[in-house]
């Protein structure tokens, strides 16, 4: 168990549909990465928050957004949902130093219908 | 821009072979280097990673690793495999920067046969 709590675990919506996906970060973790895995993408790197703040953001569609909130809990909001949407979406979380590891969560699947 | 290449997308060993999973990544700038696996239907776990100094780095569950800057590889090894080390295994790059953001290559499936 990472310390890292993704809900839900399933997701099944259908094309152009609204969801969210939640994270708690470690205890203490101030920095939280979303990440996507699929077949034809394999593992990306979405977005990433510090203590609030947007810190980086990578190919994260438009449609897409994220937010951190006090406290520190974050949630990915994907909207107008394509059947390119599915995927694993994965949470992780760090204290954000040098060379720190990451800690991921479960994930969450999505399929989009 | 970062890029990290894992040539092989499946390894297939015999119980108590000796494994080699190979990566080679590409950077303008310094970067730590991590490997990470994936059971069926979990997040990842760190392996092991490298910062700096020895080139040789020791992970969980005797896996270790090296680094090579002038071929820009960091492959990973293990003497002897389990049934058990069946899994997706992940290279992943992160610069120096002020995200420390993972960029990760396209993983190999190791699968461990009696």
């Known amino acids: 168990d990472s310390g890292v709590t993704q809900t839900p675990k399933h997701l099944i919506t259908a094309t152009g549909q609204r969801v969210t996906l939640r994270c708690s970060p470690r205890?203490?973790?101030?920095?939280v990465y979303w990440y996507q895995q699929s077949l034809d993408q394999g593992l990306q790197f979405l977005i990433q928050?510090?203590?609030?703040?947007?810190?980086a953001k990578g190919n994260i569609l438009e449609r897409f957004s994220a937010q951190q909130f006090p406290d520190l809990h974050s949630e990915l909001n994907l909207s107008s949902l394509e059947l390119g949407d599915s995927a694993l979406y994965f949470c992780?979380?760090?204290?954000?130093?040098?060379?720190?590891?990451?800690?991921f969560g479960p994930g969450t699947r999505l399929t989009v219908t | 821009a970062q890029s990290v290449t894992q040539l092989d997308s499946q390894v297939p060993v015999f119980e108590e072979a000796p494994v080699e999973l190979r990566c080679n990544y590409s950077s303008s700038v310094s970067v730590y280097l991590f490997w990470y696996v994936q059971y069926p239907n979990q997040g990842l776990q760190l392996l092991l990673k490298?910062?700096?100094?020895?080139?040789l780095v020791k992970g969980i569950n005797g896996f270790e690793a090296e680094f090579n800057k002038s071929q820009t590889s960091f492959h990973l090894r293990k003497p002897s495999v389990h049934i058990s080390d069946t899994a997706e295994y992940f290279c992943?790059?992160?610069?120096?920067?002020?995200?420390?953001?993972?960029?990760f290559g396209s993983g190999t499936r190791l699968l461990v046969r009696p």
């Open positions: 205890s203490g973790d101030l920095s």
């Open positions: 490298y910062l700096s100094g020895s080139t």
């Open positions: 992780a979380s760090s204290v954000l130093s040098s060379g720190s590891e990451q800690y």
């Open positions: 992943a790059v992160s610069e120096m920067d002020s995200s420390y953001k993972l960029i």
């Open positions: 928050y510090y203590n609030g703040e947007e810190r």
